[in-house]
């Protein structure tokens, strides 16, 4: 059977027994019963009794119980109750942190539980997103985490970030078409894959995989099927446990040997020797361990990195050489606007003057026409249009006031045959299409051009000065944006036809 991504739209609907406008509550019940909860399925879970049992699995720690038998025997009942105390207090410690962690990774999960938008009964409703089945019709936006694995069937120019599974940098373009050769993971871009963040436009898709048989799910199995290994630390300290206890064991049968030798009786000569090898146990190292490791936690806790265990934190203080093949995953993949181009002049971009009406008119033209946002911090959308409103953050202008004062009544979105997007505002008491695009593309289309002495027509010796800019910009590997703009009839509705007779405003790079 081919796979989803070499399917037609319909034909994936057909198999998946759905239709575009979403399943029924009654279907998606029975949908449940056949394939089960949208979640990853995970290992059972230690009770704390087992936990506590676990931290006297350690080479050392079982001799430290051995020696505090062995003193208990001997009638030394201060030494071995010494020593329980200080494997019990050792094994609280352990356990304490081991819960916390647990606990702290339980509350991360239920804040991280991602929501929904889903077609069902006909209307649009938001759900958890484990509620989800196949056949699913789900619906996508800039800003939402993909939660499960789905065929597109809808397309608004839709970018999705994927490189948690995939290890690329640059948010994947997606497409509504069948890929019929095979192909891999990366260059499915009919699918969407749990896990993958939507970073530009808007999408609607149909649920194929759920849970453990999404792509995410059989990396979890692969993790699941593999085994523990030990830390450098417990391996050491296994074996130095080892040298010790052969060590001691071999000074106190000579021992042993010796008082027998010069006539004691054997159950005096034994005694002595048990007592020494007691006394030559060191109690308190297993304890300092774990001590100083639950330091490490605390300091690791207060960088905002949860330790579920406390050999990991020696695990990582161990590790001297990172090995990554995608370099451009380790970036922060945030861009800064450098330059303007505006009224024939080159403007740094710290030099830019607000005051100025071509100037203020491109930045708010580039607020304006842009899908992203940055509320409290966060940054939602492709990294080109997150750094054109942070540039009106720098100068005062937040893209919320500027959004509420002009607000968008109509858009064409980007697509890659006409390389730009367009948005339609009420300003000044004009209707007025605001472009972005690409330079040589827009240059095409644009008839005139904003001067300091008024709009005049464009002129090719215009176009060639605008065209030069380009290039320099290029070669100095700026990422460059042309604005243009024209007046709109009123109540008219937006058409790639209306793409044409623009004004130029300026280059932003």
């Known amino acids: 059977m081919k796979e989803f991504y070499q399917q037609t739209v319909k034909e994936v609907l057909d198999r998946v027994e759905s239709s575009e406008t979403g399943l029924t509550s009654e279907q998606a019940g029975k949908f449940r019963e056949r394939c089960g909860w949208n979640e990853l399925a995970e290992g059972k879970k230690k009770s704390i009794p087992q936990i506590f049992l676990e931290q006297y699995k350690d080479f050392l720690v079982l001799i430290l119980i051995a020696s505090a038998i062995i003193s208990g ?123 993958s963040f939507v970073t530009y436009g808007r999408g609607k898709a149909v649920v194929t995989d759920i849970g453990m048989q999404t792509e995410v799910g059989k990396i979890a199995g692969l993790l699941k099927s593999t085994s ?53 146990i060191p109690e308190a190292l297993s304890s300092i361990v774990t001590i100083v490791l639950s330091f490490g936690t605390q300091k690791m806790a207060k960088e905002h990195a949860i330790i579920r265990k406390l050999q990991a934190v020696e695990g990582l203080g161990s590790v001297s050489v990172i090995c990554s093949d995608k370099t451009g995953t380790l970036t922060q993949n945030k861009m800064t606007v450098e330059d303007y181009y505006v009224e024939g002049k080159r403007i740094p971009a710290a030099e830019i003057d607000i005051a100025d009406p071509a100037q203020n008119y491109l930045l708010e033209c580039s607020i304006l026409c842009n899908d992203s946002t940055n509320e409290n911090g966060v940054e939602i959308g492709d990294p080109t249009e997150t750094a054109l409103i942070n540039l009106g953050s720098r100068y005062g202008i937040e893209a919320a006031s500027v959004r509420n004062r002009y607000p968008r009544e109509g858009e ?33 289309l644009t008839e005139w051009i904003w001067t300091k002495d008024g709009i005049r027509e464009i002129t090719e010796a215009d176009k060639e000065t605008i065209q030069q800019q380009n290039r320099d910009f290029s070669m100095e590997g700026l990422r460059v944006l042309a604005f243009t703009y024209r007046e709109i009839p009123k109540e008219h509705v937006l058409t790639a036809k209306d793409e044409a007779h623009l004004v130029f405003l300026g280059l932003i790079a």
Do not use: W, Y
């Not at 990774?105 to 509620?131: F, Y």
């Not at 939402?144 to 940098?169: C, F, H, Q, W, Y």
């Not at 997007?421 to 095409?444: C, F, P, Q, W, Y």
């Open 73 to 195: 025997m001997l009638g030394d009942e201060e030494s071995a109750a010494v020593i329980l105390i200080v494997i019990t207090i050792n094994a609280i410690l352990g356990t304490v942190q081991t819960v916390k962690a647990e606990q702290s990774l339980q509350s991360l999960k239920k804040l991280a539980g991602p929501q929904a938008k889903v077609l069902r009964d006909g209307s649009t409703i938001q759900l958890p997103a484990r509620e989800l089945v196949v056949g699913d019709v789900i619906l996508v936006e800039a800003g939402d985490m993909i939660p499960a694995d789905a065929r597109l069937i809808e397309n608004a120019s839709l970018k999705v970030d994927e490189s948690a599974l995939t290890g690329e940098s640059l948010a994947v373009e997606k497409g509504l078409e069948a890929i019929l050769a095979e192909a891999p993971l990366g260059d499915r871009t009919n699918m969407l894959f749990s896990g």
């Open 228 to 280: 523990e290994k030990q830390t450098p630390l417990q391996v050491s300290l296994e074996e130095f446990g080892k040298k010790l206890s052969v060590l001691i064991l071999v000074f106190c049968g000579i021992l042993f040997a010796i008082n027998v030798f010069r006539g004691e009786k054997i159950s005096s000569a034994f005694m002595f020797a048990v007592a020494l090898a007691v006394a030559a």
């Open 412 to 444: 064409l979105p980007f697509d890659s045959d006409r390389k730009m997007m367009s948005t339609l505002h009420r300003i000044n008491g004009e209707n007025r299409m605001i472009v972005k695009g690409a330079v040589d593309r827009l240059l095409e």
